[in-house]
């Protein structure tokens, strides 16, 4: 039920919601943060299932679920990283756990209005796609708006230093996927050496 009135709260109080999370840091839970992060992936699917084909991404049977969860949630987690890890060196005073929570009710809008926006999808036609992306749009700079709004006021930031840690975190955000990517490039390269190698082997013995 708690969880309900702050998901309520924070569309129409992010401010207040945002304060409050820091203010009762000791009612800590991490079902919210399980349960809204559910929710979004229930969405996602639910958007990718159900959305008119002419406005759709695309056909819902060549849709890789797992790739479309992971596009949702690595943008989203990696911000929180890299935001939190920013703030902790720039004096900030939100615990991660908080940001974490911050970053799940921040998710609200999109959890709030995915669905009626699909099932408006139904009924709409491919001239109409500029108003439906446009709300879609709409209901993404909320979420991301949500996220400036909790940094901001959660570790009390002027409105320049919390410009300033956003182009940070954006910065940071580049440096770890990159260091992902080289990660994963270069484990390739080595996994398909040792296979070579191996391969060589075997037929070295054969």
Not at 75 to 91: K, Q
Not at 149 to 168: A, Q, W
């Amino acid at each position: 039920m708690k969880t309900l009135k702050m998901s309520i709260m924070v569309l129409f109080h992010p401010v207040v919601t945002f304060q409050y999370i820091q203010k009762n840091r000791s009612e800590f839970s991490y079902l919210p943060v399980a349960a809204l992060l559910l929710l979004s992936i229930i969405v996602r699917i639910f958007s990718i299932q159900v959305t008119h084909y002419p406005l759709a991404a695309g056909e819902p049977r060549n849709t890789n679920i797992m790739l479309e969860c992971i596009k949702l949630f690595v943008p989203v987690l990696t911000w929180v990283l890299a935001s939190y890890a920013m703030t902790t060196i720039l004096d900030g005073e939100t615990l991660f756990r908080e940001a974490l929570l911050a970053m799940a009710y921040s998710l609200v809008p999109y959890i709030v209005f995915t669905v009626p926006l699909t099932l408006l999808s139904r009924i709409m036609e491919l001239s109409q796609g500029s108003l439906y992306y446009s709300i879609q749009n709409a209901i993404f700079l909320w979420v991301i708006l949500l996220f400036i709004i909790n940094m901001k006021e959660m570790n009390h930031f002027s409105g320049k230093k919390t410009l300033v840690i956003i182009l940070l975190s954006l910065f940071t955000m580049a440096m770890i996927w990159a260091t992902v990517a080289l990660f994963f490039a270069i484990s390739s390269q080595f996994i398909s050496f040792v296979q070579e190698v191996l391969l060589e082997m075997k037929y070295k013995v054969d």
